[in-house]
């Protein structure tokens, strides 16, 4: 009936039993975050995802394919499935991953139960891929599982799927790109005005303290930057570089502790140029939700 944090290969989630009303409240207060929000459902397997949604062939194929993984799939919520409606937000679907980490999948296999779990932060602030971000955020408030750092550093991609009709809601570790290709198809991308139905949809989140401006091919006085590809940076501020070597999958995982670590409550944090091919997606993605204006 409490929270406890604990890693995933994506980001730390919040996690607590997604069929207790009370015990999944305390997710959303402990976060601050709006209640119209659904949260993603952590399973330990197929399995066990399969007592909450109904699996077609297409959402199935998918689920063999990429789980356990960076991939939630958001699907029809079968009837008398173990999860409050406040998970879902009142919604008739539910978003189901089963993660990669192995720490993550015992952990739920030792409760025998599905987590209900969005990111470890303050709801609108950076997402924790340490540990030690967790305790910094939340302190003695929240019990946390370490597994050390996350591998990806982004949250997962969520596709919904209605049949063979497939659209990413959110851009995340797992690259359209690679979707794509395993379906032999285009992907279809959630309007920036579609309602919310899946986490990491509002159109400010993942927000630092600092000012974000984007697309800078290099920092203006007092900014700290964040860099991306090889080349000297003259800042005179604090700078830090995603990949020396262009790597997006490198810079998907620096992404969030590069921006902790340059975050001041007063500033500008410049951030270079993203391709936005790949995993350049979901970071630009994100880059955008962190810089835009706070409500």
């Known amino acids: 009936g409490e929270v406890a944090a604990f890693p995933t290969e994506t980001v730390y989630g919040l996690g607590a039993d997604a069929a207790n009303s009370d015990a999944v409240l305390k997710i959303y207060e402990t976060k601050g975050r709006p209640r119209f929000n659904p949260l993603i459902v952590h399973c330990a397997d197929l399995g ?37 409606d406040i998970v879902t937000a009142g919604l008739d679907t539910v978003g189901l991953r089963v993660p990669g980490h192995p720490v993550a999948r015992e952990l739920i296999r030792a409760a025998g139960l599905p987590l209900a779990a969005p990111s470890a932060n303050p709801s609108g602030r950076l997402s924790p891929t340490t540990a030690g971000q967790v305790r910094r955020a939340f302190g003695d408030r929240v019990p946390v599982l370490d597994g050390g750092p996350c591998a990806a550093g982004l949250e997962s991609t969520i596709l919904a799927v209605n049949g063979d009709d497939v659209v990413q809601l959110r851009a995340g570790a797992l690259s359209r790109d690679e979707i794509e290709a395993f379906l032999e198809r285009p992907v279809a991308v959630a309007s920036a005005d579609s309602p919310v139905s899946a986490p990491g949809m509002l159109a400010s989140h993942y927000a630092p303290k600092a000012k974000l401006r984007l697309n800078a091919v290099e920092p203006e006085a007092g900014e700290s930057y964040l860099a991306f590809g090889p080349g000297p940076v003259s800042a005179t501020g604090r700078s830090l570089n995603l990949s020396q070597a262009g790597d997006l999958r490198e810079a998907a995982r620096n992404l969030f502790a590069m921006l902790h670590a340059l975050d001041r409550d007063e500033g500008t944090i410049a951030v270079a140029p993203i391709p936005e091919e790949g995993l350049g997606e979901a970071i630009n993605d994100r880059l955008r939700r962190a810089a835009a204006p706070k409500k």
């Open 48 to 84: 066990m995802a399969e007592t909450l949604a109904v699996f077609r062939p297409l959402a199935r194929r998918l689920a063999e394919r990429f789980w356990p993984g960076p991939l939630t799939l958001v699907l029809p919520r079968k009837d008398g499935a173990r999860v409050c």
